[in-house]
């Protein structure tokens, strides 16, 4: 009898569509919204990076300490005329942890970086797109189009 009631409890339960919001690599989570300004950073060795951050609902948020069924996460940005600024274009397996808005929130955030000349989009707007895959296979992505501002580091 306390299996099936186990088993009825638990069909009870409507499932959450798979969900993913961009937001700023902060200390506490703020989603992005379009026309945000984002900053894109120049270091002084040459390399250009922006800061992001994704928040997921109803994907698998990974649970093993090595890692291995993490979601893999990927972050693209692309100038209105349809050029790739990004420079990693594959999806990586990135940890999630619990956040106090709900849901799971990518640990650290994570480094966005960027193909020489990207300080050519300075005042231009560009597409930031995420798109996670859970270790099961269910998917998710989001965009902004955000205004890049760059900051050249000291």
Do not use: K, N, Y
């Not at 060795?45 to 890692?67: K, M, P, T, Y």
């Not at 291995?68 to 420079?87: I, L, N």
């Not at 965009?143 to 760059?150: K, L």
Request: with cysteine; proline share 5%; aromatic share 8%.
């Amino acid at each position: 009898m306390a299996l099936f009631l186990f088993v009825a409890l638990g069909c009870a339960t409507e499932p959450v569509e798979p969900d993913v919001e961009l937001g700023a690599a902060a200390e506490t989570w703020r989603q992005f919204q379009d026309g945000e300004v984002v900053e894109l950073h120049l270091g002084p060795q040459g390399g250009q990076h922006l800061a992001a951050s994704a928040r997921i609902d109803g994907l698998w948020q990974g649970e093993r300490d090595d890692g291995t069924d993490d979601p893999r996460v990927g972050f693209r940005v692309t100038g209105e005329e349809g050029a790739v600024w990004s420079a990693a274009l594959r999806a990586v397996r990135r940890p999630f942890v619990p956040c106090a808005a709900g849901g799971f929130e990518l640990d650290g955030g994570a480094t966005v970086f960027m193909v020489d000349g990207a300080e050519a989009l300075d005042g231009r707007r560009a597409q930031l797109r995420v798109d996670v895959e859970d270790a099961f296979g269910a998917t998710a992505s989001d965009a902004r189009w955000i205004e890049i501002r760059v900051v050249s580091d000291p």
